[in-house]
């Protein structure tokens, strides 16, 4: 079996791809601090896997720590892989505390790339964000569209840190290198045992929508119904997170058959949907109405942005199985089986 660790393995994103990675025949070792990841998700994961995964308890920060963690994971024993998600994510958040996005995102990747070095490691796949084209002049956007000046400190440390992976390759370590692009990922495991956990009030639209349909927040806010768009709301290309997931174990399969490389891949599904029509879709399929209100539009946010997918489908062989009611459903799920 291909041992994987995965930083930041008991995050939203991070604890679907545990999933996907065992069911396609790899071990997982997560990684993982719980600074923004309860405790709880590791209940989940072992409700669904039946067995309880492999998990050190570390902050990628902590260089020496984390070398003690990939010591006591190899144990004479080779690690395959590596995907790295653990960082912040909070794009508000990061234009009020820069260092803070700065410092963690930006020594964690270090570190990581430094532990593959030491623990020869050489497949290693990054999470980053189409953040990273900014608004880019046409939609759908592709991987050969420039990176633009970053809207965030956020979107700057994954311009860096997809930089700092590039210039490992390019200094010439046989390192193999995927970097996924996510567009906007949303819904949850079907068995409602794990999905997204945002502390405190959310910031993104699926898990505020949702706990406003369940009444445990204010109305939904839209933010601006003014841009150039149909129904002038913006537009995104919202993924589901197990497809998300498994795009993860196609780039570890792919990378195994390459030399060294470092190439980014955009992952989404290739379709664009407006703030109403998320919501229009979202009372169609669970039949529960979303309190909202039209607001003013929200600072840094773009008009329009979805991925063009060609490349991943043609070199990963990966495509999306779920639509946009499915992560909707999902994510309704989700939200009902967090509310006891
Ligand atoms: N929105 C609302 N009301 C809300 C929350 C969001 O109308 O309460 C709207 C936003 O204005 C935007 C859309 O819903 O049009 C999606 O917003 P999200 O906050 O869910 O997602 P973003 O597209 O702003 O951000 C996401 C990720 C970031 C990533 C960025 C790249 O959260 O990590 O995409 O564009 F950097």
């Not at 084209?133 to 965030?152: C, F, K, L």
């Not at 998320?278 to 909202?292: D, I, L």
């Not at 009611?325 to 799920?333: G, I, Q, S, V």
């Amino acid at each position: 079996m291909k041992r994987v660790v995965v930083t930041g393995g008991a995050g939203y994103i991070g604890s679907h791809t545990i999933i996907e990675l065992v069911n396609s025949g790899y071990s997982p070792i997560v990684l993982d601090n719980f600074s923004n990841a309860k405790r709880e998700v590791l209940a989940g994961l072992k409700a669904i896997l039946e067995f309880e995964p492999h998990v050190e308890e570390v902050d990628c920060t902590d260089r020496s720590a984390l070398f003690s963690a990939f010591e006591r994971i190899t144990s004479g024993e080779t690690i395959d892989g590596i995907i790295h998600f653990a960082a912040f994510k909070a794009v508000g958040e990061s234009t009020l505390m820069p260092l803070k996005y700065y410092s963690n995102n930006i020594a964690s990747t270090v570190n990581i790339l430094e532990a593959a070095k030491r623990f020869d490691v050489s497949d290693f796949v990054f999470s980053s964000s189409c953040t990273v084209y900014g608004q880019p002049e046409t939609i759908p956007v592709d991987e050969s569209t420039p990176v633009r000046g970053a809207d965030s400190p956020y979107g700057y440390t994954k311009q860096v840190c997809e930089r700092i992976i590039t210039d490992f390759v390019r200094s010439g370590y046989p390192l193999k290198a995927a970097l996924l692009r996510y567009f906007n990922p949303i819904g949850a495991h079907p068995s409602g045992h794990i999905g997204e956990l945002p502390l405190g009030t959310p910031d993104n639209l699926i898990p505020y929508l949702t706990q406003a349909a369940a009444q445990l927040r204010e109305p939904l806010t839209v933010f601006g119904n003014d841009y150039p768009t149909p129904d002038g709301t913006c537009i995104r290309d919202y993924i589901h997170v197990l497809d998300l997931a498994k795009a993860h174990v196609a780039a570890l399969n792919w990378l195994g058959g390459q030399g060294t490389t470092c190439e980014a891949f955009n992952l989404g599904t290739g379709q664009g949907h407006s703030v109403l029509e998320v919501m229009r879709a979202f009372e169609r399929t669970t039949g529960v109405p979303v309190p909202h209100r039209i607001g003013p539009r929200r600072t840094g946010d773009i008009a329009a942005i979805f991925a063009d997918t060609s490349k991943a489908r043609r070199e990963l062989g990966w495509s999306c199985q779920f639509n946009l009611e499915d992560a909707l459903r999902d994510a309704w799920n989700w939200q009902q089986s967090t509310v006891d």
